[in-house]
Each structure stands twice: as structure tokens, then as C-alpha cells.
């Protein structure tokens, strides 16, 4: 999956470098060294092999000169359900309620923003011990509202055993085409 995804940066001529980050304490890149608005960072998720050089540079234009930045994303198109807990233990949950999808956008990588403001939304998220699921919730904590710029299905992220089979389909047929 790794190679799949680092393949499209790669395609991408446009980009003097990408980092791979492997562990949090890797420090081979310090972005302290460049201005805080100077550079933009995309941040990808390796789980996601589906990513293609169309995808990131779609991204890459529509944020290019944007003060804040963004992420690919989709409109939700399923029905959402909220659960209840189980009431018996090994029960199956059930149903509490049916959420609304308007509005609603799936969020996928890669996530571009500034690299100063994403390095100081990540820091003082990390401080003040606030969870975040992702890059751009880091960026919404401080108060900035990245924009949404629309994915792909076929950048889909791989989580469930089952993903891997709908994965390697989606790259089989990409290389066959």
C-alpha cells in the first residue's frame, strides 16, 4: 500500500521532495528551519493506496494560494445511523437514531495546509491534551475552517480485512488500464 502511495507523490514532478514520516520521533525534517506560511505540508495517509497524481494536484491547485489550506473529501451519500449501546453483553447495538447527511463530508488525505499553522495546531493540540482524528481537526481547533476540495471513491481507505480484496481491485484494474 505504501509504495502505491508514495508512486503518486512521486508522479507528481511539481514537489522537490516527500518526506515519509515513520515514527513520531523521527526528526529528519525540521520545519522550524522555514518561515511559519512559507510552505505547505500534505499530510497522506499510507492506508489509503488508491491516491492518484490527478487527485493531489487538484488539491494542490485549488489550495495553492489559500491562507489556511484543505482536504480532499466526499459528500456523505449513505444513510447515517446513530447506535444505542447494547443492552445485553455480546448483544448487537441497535438503532437510536437517524442522522442527517446534509452537510456532511467524508474526509480523506491528503491534507494540505500551511506548514507553520499546522505545526502550531499540532503542538498546542498535543499540550493542552485535545484529541484530534486528524489534520484538519487540528487546524479547526485553533479556529481556522479548511476547505473541502472533492475526492475520489477510488481513494477510499483501507480499514476493514475486507478492504484489502476492493484495494488490490482498484489497483489491478489502474494498471491494467
Not at 36 to 49: C, E, I, S, T, W
Not at 52 to 59: E, K, M, Y
Not at 63 to 90: C, F, N, S, Y
Request: include cysteine; hydrophobic fraction near 50%; charged fraction near 25%.
Amino acid at each position: 500500500m505504501l509504495h502505491y502511495a508514495l508512486a503518486a507523490f512521486d508522479a507528481c514532478s511539481e514537489f522537490a521532495q516527500t518526506v515519509l514520516v515513520l515514527a513520531p520521533d523521527d526528526n529528519h525534517f525540521d520545519g522550524r528551519r522555514f518561515g511559519p506560511l512559507r510552505f505547505a505540508v500534505l499530510v497522506h495517509d499510507a492506508a489509503r493506496p488508491g491516491i492518484t497524481p490527478a487527485l493531489i494536484r487538484a488539491l494542490v491547485e485549488a489550495l495553492r494560494d489559500d491562507p489556511v489550506g484543505g482536504i480532499l473529501a466526499l459528500p456523505v451519500a449513505d444513510t447515517l445511523k446513530r447506535e444505542q449501546a447494547p443492552t445485553a453483553k455480546g448483544g448487537l447495538a441497535a438503532v437510536l437514531a437517524t442522522e442527517s447527511r446534509d452537510g456532511l463530508w467524508q474526509a480523506q488525505t491528503p491534507q494540505m495546509f500551511r506548514l507553520g499553522m499546522l505545526r502550531h495546531a499540532l503542538e498546542d493540540a498535543l499540550a493542552s491534551g485535545a484529541e484530534v482524528t486528524d489534520e484538519a481537526s487540528a487546524i479547526e481547533r485553533i479556529g481556522h475552517a479548511p476547505k473541502l476540495v472533492r475526492g475520489s471513491l477510488r481513494n477510499f481507505k483501507v480499514t476493514y480485512p475486507e478492504d484489502f480484496a476492493l484495494a488490490e481491485a482498484f489497483l489491478g484494474a489502474a494498471k491494467s488500464v
